[in-house]
């Protein structure tokens, strides 16, 4: 597992996973339903990418978020602020 704790500790982890992988910025583009320039910014830690398009690229990678250090999450529990 890979401790994520900024935008480029990020993008470099994803780089890293497209390459191991062998795919190219646009083959990934494609297959996560994104612009080639949103996977560019996404790698070179651009802080302003959306969520939305950063877990396409994830799951694209055939990775998936898991936050640790949070309190649990239960049924029923309160949710927001």
Do not use: N, W
């Not at 500790?9 to 910025?25: F, I, N, P, S, W």
């Not at 910014?41 to 959306?50: I, N, Q, S, Y």
């Amino acid at each position: 597992m890979t401790s994520i704790r900024s935008p480029q500790q990020l993008g470099d982890a994803l780089r890293a996973a497209r390459k191991q992988l062998e795919l190219t910025q646009s083959q990934l583009a494609l297959a996560a339903g994104v612009g080639v320039r949103f996977i560019v910014d996404l790698e070179a830690g651009k802080p302003t990418v959306r969520l939305e398009h950063v877990l396409r690229v994830i799951d694209a990678l055939g990775g998936e978020i898991q936050l640790s250090g949070l309190p649990d999450q239960h049924e029923g529990g309160e949710h927001g602020a």
